[in-house]
């Protein structure tokens, strides 16, 4: 009887749990957060990695728009005597929607994963900055039927946007 009750509880435990989990190291100092100035933001995906190309574009214009919103004087023009303006180039390592069919199968394991190398690159092609940013999402019951990739690219825009300010 014990361990029946153990064994329900650990499944309920499971069906019911929810996990979210970001990391965005930061990889640019303040005085280069201070003086930087983007020229654009491009995304591609890495090898063996398949996402819509309406995700990514979706995803790189809201990266844009989150950039603007947090730290406003990046993505515009710079001024004289300023730095050469470096290009942000978000290169998708991994990218996990989870359908339909995902959330009913496979309950409570990772469900929406997006991960990605972000990279702030010079003028001459060379990569000045590299970070690693990651949102995943797993969850089982309600909250898992109820979440979607669009949540869960938010918040990963929002952490490559927090790259910069």
Request: hydrophobic fraction near 40%; charged fraction near 20%; aromatic fraction near 4%.
């Amino acid at each position: 009887m014990r361990r029946t009750l153990t064994g329900l509880c650990m499944v309920a435990g499971i069906g019911l749990a929810s996990c979210a989990g970001n990391r965005f190291p930061e990889m640019l100092s303040p005085d280069q957060k201070m003086k930087l100035h983007l020229s654009d933001v491009t995304a591609e995906l890495g090898p063996r990695v398949t996402m819509p190309q309406e995700a990514q574009n979706r995803i790189v214009a809201r990266i844009k728009e989150e950039i603007r919103a947090q730290a406003p004087n990046v993505l515009a023009g710079a001024g004289p005597g300023a730095p050469a303006s470096l290009a942000m180039k978000v290169i998708f390592t991994h990218y996990a929607s989870g359908g339909v069919s995902t959330k009913s199968e496979l309950r409570n394991v990772g469900l929406v994963q997006i991960e990605a190398d972000v990279l702030f690159v010079d003028p001459q092609g060379k990569t000045v900055a590299l970070s690693k940013v990651a949102t995943h999402f797993g969850s089982g019951g309600d909250v898992g039927l109820s979440t979607n990739v669009l949540n869960v690219e938010f918040d990963f825009e929002n952490d490559v946007a927090r790259l910069v300010r």
